[in-house]
């Protein structure tokens, strides 16, 4: 009976949020251990990705772990895999971005261990046919999918486990198969079991097992439904070590190295890991695919054949992912402008590909989109890139009219020294707003979406129909509560939030844009034409945003307008957000939680964190609405609870004759605080 080959390992990474002290928990109960182990079976060989975050927080905090692990790689008994620095998802990120964060990983692999990765990890195994020429390109001879991405291609039976060649643009890159059947059963079942299922049907030629858990599973219990211990895992490697003459284990590059002219050739279509492809459904249609894959299921039908959705529709079905996006793809294009200075863009080109980590574009088990901190880091990392990308004395403040989010209309960009300022014609809303000293966007906010998970108690506390941006334009009853208003069960009288505005005054050399809309209010069972009128004006630290509302209608109308503004700030026990009434120069502070309030002219939320006033003027004093926004989203194993922004809604009611106009301004600013 011929012998089957193994390749084991595992792959290691760490969120951009996770802070030391965390990391240090991880490393003591997982990682060390580990290579402890793996250690003192120098006749097991393995194949080994760490990130190039996480290798740095060993070269920097316990850099006798890299020691071993070099001399393991010396040795010939650890490969190490490469593969972009900062984990992006290869597919999303400009061409010139991918190869350079890998090459970025291959340079630092080579230095710091003395060889250089011919392997390639992708996260969630997100493939698209691309890669196979980018790989290549970069010098990356092999990359892992799961068996299921080989089902998609078409592949069954004995061929699962076995490497296939696929090629783009000429260029081909080989594939190893991760066997999920028996890796499912990993640290659940006795270890022999484990290697019966490597055994079984040894009758084919270059038969593959490959076997690659996450490492944090293997004795770190936090955010994981099942933990390894390390006794079950040195019982498995003894069962390795026992059964020498059934299984061979191998190193991928080497069997690349000496069996390539054997490996079929096959093509791979747009697939992830069979959860994400799940995950990137609308929330009915997950609870859909559920019904359908469990009826199959029951009828003795594999579903294997049905695989949910495609990773890039997380663009779509999360504004906001989309928006970071197209941040993203905007720096990008600033970096690769750099001239002359090659030290200056290759620091901007870093913060860029910091701000490319795969985390904050998805959401899946570990909270990913939803945790405001991995948002965040991405933010701060690309307007830092950003701001490296600007020439002192040469940089001057810009208005510009450009399709950012490539949805096919333009949007308005507003890039000053103090902040950035961009408005959407959806709405004429702001959608970002960002402080350049402090790298921090105050519009990186999050709306509440339902996820199949939510329970009614969630459920109940309100989805929203619309971004969480500042100056939405609302038409609600005057009698309306912020309850109802903040769990969304408020009726919406009027058409703007939806509305396409025209931008009828683009004015770049005063820094000025005006829109206009014409909507309905429909009110007591009329319905009133509306016209408002918005002109943003951009100054060094402020933002003006002057209203003019205009009754088209015959009849008088009476209506209470409200202009929405929602800023995010860091919000945990040691930075939480002040906000306090100014009035009369004399400052009282209200509670975060919902509150209305009577004849407001200026809110001022002092930020700690960045150690930043940022104040709310308004020309008229308003009823306002405060109140904190939060959502509930699966992370680190259970349902966690996030904040993600602070809503303010000032509200005026008037009478409008027919043509009558009212006016009213606001203006946001950001200072150096007075209170730190």
Partial sequence: MKKVKLIFGTHNSISPSTDDKEIEDIYQKAYKPFLTTLYNFPEISAVLYYSGPLLEW?????????????????????????????????????????????????????????????????????????????????????????????????????DLFKPIITEDQGKTVTVFPISRNIMSGFGKIVPRKIIEDICNDRSSDNKIVVIFPN????????????????????????????????????????????????????????????????????SEKQKEFDKITANLTEMGIESKWIYGGFFRQFLSKYRESNFLYSKMMHVSILTSQVRGDKY???????????????????????????????????????????????????????????????????????????????????????????????????????????????????????????????????????????????????????????????????????????????????????????????????????????????????????????????????????????IFHIKDEFKDEIPSDKVEHEMVEQLLTYDQFNQTDVSLLLSKPAEMWTFPVYTYSRGSGRIEKNYQSSCYVPRWTFKLLKDEIWNVSLTLRIDRSSLS
């Fill in 58 to 158: 060993f070269e920097k905090n316990h850099p006798e772990f890299n020691t071993v692990l070099n001399e393991m790689v010396d040795k010939k008994q650890v490969e190490l895999l490469g593969g972009g620095f900062y984990e992006p998802v290869l597919s999303l990120i400009p061409a010139q971005d991918r190869i350079g964060q890998i090459e970025m990983m291959t340079t630092y692999l080579r230095k710091s261990f003395g060889k250089r990765a011919r392997g390639c990890w992708l996260p969630g195994r997100i493939w698209e046919p691309s890669l196979a020429s980018v790989l290549r390109s970069s010098g990356i001879d092999y990359t892992f999918l799961d068996d299921t991405h080989f089902e998609a291609a078409g592949y069954t039976g004995n």
């Fill in 215 to 282: 490492g944090r599973q293997i004795g770190y219990e936090n955010g994981y439904s099942f933990s390894i211990n390390h006794q079950w895992l040195e019982s498995f490697l003894n069962e390795l070590k026992n059964n020498k003459k059934n299984i061979e284990l191998v190193h991928p590059g080497r069997f690349v190295r000496q069996t390539k002219n054997s490996i079929n050739k096959g093509y791979f279509p747009c697939t992830s890991y069979g959860e994400i492809m799940k995950w990137v459904l609308p």
């Fill in 344 to 578: 200056k863009k290759k620091a901007a080109k870093d913060e860029l590909w910091k701000g490319q980590s795969n985390l904050a574009y998805w959401h899946g088990n570990q909270g990913g989109l939803y945790n405001p901190g991995i948002r965040h880091n991405a933010y701060k990392a690309l307007i830092d890139s950003e701001k490296i990308t600007r020439e002192k004395g040469i940089f001057k403040t810009s208005l510009s009219a450009i399709d950012y989010d490539m949805d096919g209309e333009k949007e308005f960009l507003y890039q000053g020294h103090v902040t950035n300022a961009y408005v959407h014609r959806k709405g004429a809303v702001l959608f970002e707003y960002d402080h350049i000293s402090s790298c921090w966007n105050y519009l990186n906010t999050l709306a509440r979406y339902p996820e199949p998970y939510h329970n009614d108690e969630i459920t109940q506390a309100g989805y929203d129909s619309y971004g969480r941006h500042a100056f939405i334009d609302h038409f609600i009853d005057k009698n309306e509560s912020v309850v109802n208003f903040s769990n969304m069960t408020y009726t919406e009288q009027g058409s703007f939030i939806d509305d396409y505005y025209e931008s009828v005054d683009y004015d770049r050399e005063h820094r000025k844009v005006t829109f206009i809309a014409i909507g309905t209010v429909v009110k007591d069972g009329y319905e009133y034409n509306i016209e408002i009128q918005k002109k943003y004006t951009f100054k060094r630290s402020s933002i003006d945003v002057d209203y003019q509302i205009k009754n088209l209608s015959l009849h008088k109308a009476e209506l209470c307008f409200g202009s929405e503004v929602n800023l995010s700030f860091k919000n945990d026990d040691d930075n939480k957000a002040k």
